[in-house]
T-cell receptor, first 113, second 112 residues
Framework: RKEVEQDPGPFNVPEGATVAFNCTYSNSASQSFFWYRQDCRKEPKLLMSVYSSGNEDGRFTAQLNRASQYISLLIRDSKLSDSATYLCVVNRMTTDSWGKLQFGAGTQVVVTP | DVKVTQSSRYLVKRTGEKVFLECVQDMDHENMFWYRQDPGLGLRLIYFSYDVKMKEKGDIPEGYSVSREKKERFSLILESASTNQTSMYLC???????????FGPGTRLTVT
């Protein structure tokens, strides 16, 4: 089983609509969760961290469900510029060096006019 | 603005060649990482360095080595390139107490 699993999509979303997708993680001891965004042929960039209480950043809302071990991302009022691959990222629980991350393979979102 | 640069955007090498990929960051980050990204597999960690001259194996270190002689520079070496090393290679860096990683633009390596 992969440590971080995502639906690859694509999620085809009309402009202005809402889209939501999840990611599941296997290590119940994981403490830190993130969504990264990767545009076509570009490098990943941090979109937002995911906090236990859930958090919003403009049109983006992230939620964490520890009991079921998944995180979600919701995008409201989708824009054409939201078209990208969204990577679910979880900190790796290792006894050695800090800072290592486990990346999901990504969920592709395509916003159409 | 954090800047992570990689020596080449595209590279074509022949099987058996020794390949050097270089990464430089300008934010005085302690941690540096090399990943490869393949369709459907996501980013996989090849090697990690948390300090000058320090390195740790990631998930797929076989066929690769790294060098970090200066804090800002982290090199990935393919000792004898093989076709299964054709991939997108991404370098990243972060502060030692942070999970936020900053990525370079990537090097698309093709081994023929």
């Amino acid at each position: 089983r992969k440590e971080v699993e995502q639906d690859p999509g694509p999620f085809n979303v009309p402009e202005g609509a809402t889209v939501a997708f999840n990611c599941t993680y296997s290590n119940s001891a994981s403490q830190s969760f993130f969504w990264y965004r990767q545009d076509c042929r570009k490098e990943p960039k941090l979109l937002m961290s995911v906090y236990s209480s859930g958090n919003e950043d403009g049109r983006f809302t992230a939620q964490l469900n520890r009991a079921s071990q998944y995180i979600s991302l919701l995008i409201r009022d989708s824009k054409l510029s939201d078209s990208a691959t969204y990577l679910c990222v979880v900190n790796r629980m290792t006894t050695d060096s800090w800072g290592k991350l486990q990346f999901g393979a990504g969920t592709q979102v395509v916003v159409t006019p | 603005d954090v800047k992570v640069t990689q020596s080449s955007r595209y590279l074509v090498k022949r099987t058996g060649e020794k390949v050097f990929l270089e990464c430089v960051q300008d934010m005085d980050h302690e941690n540096m990482f090399w990943y490869r990204q393949d369709p459907g597999l996501g980013l996989r960690l090849i090697y990690f360095s948390y300090d000058v001259k320090m390195k740790e194996k990631g998930d797929i270190p076989e066929g690769y080595s790294v060098s970090r002689e200066k804090k800002e520079r982290f090199s990935l070496i393919l000792e004898s390139a093989s076709t299964n090393q054709t991939s997108m290679y991404l370098c990243a860096s972060s502060f030692s107490n942070s999970y936020e990683q900053y990525f370079g633009p990537g090097t698309r390596l093709t081994v023929t």
